[in-house]
C-alpha cells in the first residue's frame, strides 16, 4: 500500500512541541490504537465553564519536570482507557508540532503516572499526516545525545 501523497513516515516515539502551552521535545507515543490523544497531567482545577488549570509532567527522568497551564476547555468526554474503567476526561484544543509538521489537536488531561511516554497521539491526530512504523522511534525527531560528542582534536 502507497502512503498517501501527504503522509511522513513517523517512529512509535516521538518528540513533540506544544508550542500554545510552551512545551518542547516532550516524549510521545504515536498510537494507531488510541483514537484521542493525551497528555500527562498530575491534577487540573476546573476555573469556569471554558477554561481549565493543569499541572502538565512533560519530564519524569532524570528530573520531574512540570509546568502550570492554563487554557480553553474545548469539552468534556467519556474515555473508556486500556484499563477498562469508563471516565470522564477534559479535553483541551491547541497546537502540537512533530518535526516541521504543525496542526492543531484534541489533549485529553489524564494521570500517565509509570507510563513510558508523557503524550499519547491517537490516530484522530495522525490521520493524513504520518504513518507510524512501529519497529523504529525519533524518525522525524532525532534523539538529542545526553553526552556531547568529544573533540578529536
Not at 482545577?45 to 477554561?51: G, L, N, Q, S
Not at 503524550?119 to 538529542?144: C, E, W
Amino acid at each position: 500500500m502507497k502512503p498517501k501523497r501527504n503522509t511522513e513516515i513517523a517512529g512509535w516515539s516521538e518528540r513533540v512541541d506544544v508550542p500554545d502551552w510552551g512545551l518542547n521535545r516532550v516524549r510521545a507515543k504515536l498510537d494507531t490504537g488510541a483514537r484521542t490523544s493525551a497528555i500527562d497531567v498530575a491534577q487540573f482545577e476546573i476555573i469556569d465553564d471554558e477554561h481549565v488549570r493543569f499541572e502538565v509532567v512533560y519530564r519524569v527522568t532524570p528530573t520531574r519536570l512540570t509546568k502550570w497551564i492554563e487554557a480553553r476547555c474545548s469539552r468534556v468526554t467519556r474515555v473508556k482507557p486500556s484499563h477498562g474503567q469508563p471516565q470522564d476526561r477534559v479535553v483541551c484544543l491547541t497546537t502540537l508540532r512533530i518535526g516541521d509538521n504543525e496542526f492543531e489537536a484534541e489533549l485529553g488531561l489524564v494521570c500517565r503516572k509509570g507510563m513510558l511516554c508523557r503524550m499519547l497521539i491517537g490516530r484522530s491526530a495522525l490521520a493524513d499526516r504520518f504513518l507510524v512504523d512501529s519497529s523504529r522511534k525519533y524518525v522525524i525527531t532525532k534523539k538529542k545525545r545526553s553526552n556531547p560528542p568529544k573533540d578529536s582534536t
